[in-house]
Nanobody, 115 residues
């Protein structure tokens, strides 16, 4: 069973940056489109960004595309999310998982942006 461990979250001031990491177990990691999701308090989990097995990337909104960068290192079974120009609206628990046919969710990593 694939296990996902997210890290890198924290408290940051508006305008700051964070880099999230997601370490995944399993030999077939490189075969999957991977994604970052986030869940803000009182809201449903939403898709943030996707990276395909070949490295193509998409973002849920143009605003996210201009501030966030998703990447992957298949040799280390790791997916990253570089987040710049953070705002309070980015406050959420961030999760990674397969884009489709998600496996068991990890614990996520909390990102809190203060104004």
């Amino acid at each position: 069973q694939v296990q996902l461990v997210e890290s890198g979250g924290g408290l940051v001031q508006a305008g700051g940056s964070l880099r999230l990491s997601c370490a995944a177990s399993g030999r077939t990691f490189s075969m999957y489109n991977m994604a970052w999701f986030r869940q803000a308090p009182g809201k449903e989990r939403e898709l943030v960004a996707v990276i395909t097995e070949s490295g193509g990337t998409t973002y849920r909104t143009s605003s996210l595309q201009g501030r966030f960068t998703i990447s992957r290192d298949d040799a280390k079974n790791t997916v990253f999310l570089q987040m710049n120009s953070l705002t309070s609206e980015d406050t959420a628990v961030y999760y990674c998982n397969r884009r489709y046919a998600q496996t068991t969710w990890g614990q996520g990593t909390q990102v809190t942006v203060s104004d």
